[in-house]
């Protein structure tokens, strides 16, 4: 059974850090695309930043770029979100994802088969 087990969410002030983990189990972690999504209350799911876990080659939504960080350790099946100069509109439900279901363009814009629960990341100015 597949499992993303996302965690480390919670509440900061801006300019703040939080780091995310998303741990996987259940499906061949290795060379497969990951990726982490938000979407917060009445907009629509937006992609943060993805990664290949075969070549580690990075995505970054242009909104997060040089503030977010996304890495994967192949030991422990398990992907990070280094967040660092959150601003309030960060404020969101963060999902992470794993394995392609279906190519639309970016791993940001593309759909995944599995899915986490979800980790609530809330920045307050």
């Known amino acids: 059974q597949v499992q993303l087990v996302e965690s480390g969410g919670g509440s900061v002030q801006a300019g703040g850090s939080l780091r995310l983990s998303c741990a996987a189990s259940?499906?061949?972690?290795?060379?497969?695309?990951m990726a982490w999504f938000r979407q917060a209350p009445g907009k629509e799911r937006e992609g943060v930043a993805a990664i290949y876990t075969g070549s580690r080659r990075t995505y970054y939504a242009d909104s997060v770029k040089g503030r977010f960080t996304i890495s994967e350790d192949n030991a422990k099946n398990t992907m990070y979100l280094q967040m660092n100069s959150l601003k309030p509109e960060d404020t969101a439900m963060y999902y992470c994802a794993a394995v392609l279901s279906l190519w639309v363009g970016s791993p940001l814009t593309s759909d995944y088969n599995y899915w986490g629960q979800g980790t609530q990341v809330t920045v307050s100015s």
């Open positions: 259940g499906y061949t972690y290795s060379n497969n695309n």
